[in-house]
């Protein structure tokens, strides 16, 4: 509890198309050439296509400029082949195929690529691959926000946002590599590099079932299970300092409304985790600021630190109460699933606060490896019940026209897998206050204040800890650190692409960018 407090203490102040040439002609031919039967169907073009991908085991892969999966569509009842059955779905004749190992992909032929191409190609494309998309639940078409999406045999990767939109930037040397797409609970796919070039490619990820040999194998007493995974600490966390080369951004919402959005690309210095005392180092690389400069409102608030509280979130490193076996006898833990993350097993393990305990502590969800007993992300908030006891934690300077009361605290953390090693992924925490005017009886408004930070590489070679004059202040208030903002720049760098509304807020008020040295 002292870490934890320690962080919300400090968090507010004042409130292609590029095609894969392949040797599997006859594979392809077969495929699109085999008859398949079809019942008299009417539905989306998604729920169409669907009942092919059940009839020959393979997948649809296409830009969502190409093939429009909320439109309308029917076919009739009758034999086909897989080709004529594709194109009397979508409607479209012009439609090109291929087959890439189990992925039929729709496009349409470079004849006719030039009438429908969104954008002109940039300048950089030459040496740089675009991949952008969205991830989806292939059973309810449902988004997933914060699927992991990294190129295998290297570090590179991001995260989809909470609209499970991505957007990542490879250089050409990376043609040929494979993109690797996983959340918890879905079986992850490998989608070849090429496949994806240039497209902007809606990706299904099937839920994974446990089954129930592996319910019986893994049923454990969940206190077991978090003590084994405190002692294999040493063994699944680095021992040996790293970079980490991370994007962070941090945003405030009031009435609805955008209001700042701070983002910035880091160098992190990350210290080794059998040496938990010593402190992590920040870079500052490249920041830009977006400021709606027509909201002048008082009760505004700037998070004082948002970035200590992404560092002191490392649960690994920073052990919180409820991880720590002198704390744990405030919890009651409970064994409640068992899911799948990187397509191993893994527990999920609930807890919350002691009924006969009033603080305002902790709930939420450990998944831990079923077989190494790594710790692989961690879903917790403060406990609902008892929030209103933690305004004190959360605002350190109140207003003097306005009461603030918190209503929400929830924050996520992962990690991935690097060489056998696990390093921080991504980091979340969204705060939600209830906003009243003192000495007025009615009327409140409601402010969402957010910081997160994503691993888009590490670096293991040649670490060494920053200087003095290379260090950011991280407890300081991160948006009004002066920089020197570089409009080329950011394109060189994987980020959270921002949700729908942040989208509409950006374009709104993008003349607003503040420039100023650093």
Known sequence: MKLLTSILFHLLQGFVLSLLVLPLFAQESDILEKRIHLPKSKGSIYQLLNLITDRTDYLFIYDSKVVNNEQKGKISKGNYTTRDAILRITGNNKLGMRIIGRHILLYIPSDTLKYVRAKPIQPDSVSNIIIEGTVHDRLNEDIIPFASINVRNTSIGTITNQNGAFRIKLPDS??????????????????????????NTQIY?????????????????????????????????????????????????????????????????????????????????KMRRIVDEAVTDTIILKMKSGINASLMLDLVKNIPDFLLLDGMAKYNYTQTDLTVIEDRLAHVISFE????????????????????????????????????????????????????????????????????????????????????????????????????????????????????????????????????YDENFWGDFNTIIPEEKLNEAITRISSKIEETGY
């Open 205 to 285: 990820l099937d839920p994974r079932v446990v089954s129930i040999q592996e319910i019986v194998i893994s049923l454990d007493n969940p206190l077991n299970i978090i003590k084994g995974m405190l002692e294999q600490i040493s063994e699944n966390y680095p021992d040996q300092p790293s970079y980490y080369t991370s994007f962070y951004r941090e945003g405030i919402e009031h009435k609805n409304k955008f209001v700042s959005l701070s983002e910035a690309v880091f160098k992190i210095y990350k210290t080794e985790y059998n040496h938990p005392s010593a402190a992590d180092q920040v870079k500052l690389l």
């Open 353 to 484: 606060q002691d009924k006969g305990l009033d603080a305002p502590l902790y709930r939420g969800e450990l998944f831990i490896d079923a077989n190494n007993k790594a710790l692989l992300r961690v879903n917790f908030e403060i406990n609902p019940a008892h929030i209103k006891k933690a305004a004190d934690m959360l605002i350190v300077k109140k207003s003097r026209f306005y009461e603030l009361e918190p209503q929400s605290v929830r924050y996520t953390v992962s990690y991935k897998q690097l060489n056998g090693k696990y390093y921080v992924n991504h980091i979340r925490g969204d705060l939600d206050f209830k906003v009243k005017r003192k000495k007025h009886l009615f009327g409140s408004s409601q402010l969402h204040t957010w910081f997160e930070m994503v691993t888009c590489k590490i670096d293991t070679e040649q670490v060494t800890r920053f200087t003095k004059n290379e260090i950011l202040p991280t407890r300081t208030v991160f948006a009004e650190t002066n920089f020197s």
């Open 174 to 199: 990376l043609r040929n590599e494979t993109i690797h797409i996983s959340h918890v609970g879905y079986q992850p796919v490998d989608l070849h590099v090429e496949l994806l070039n240039g497209n």
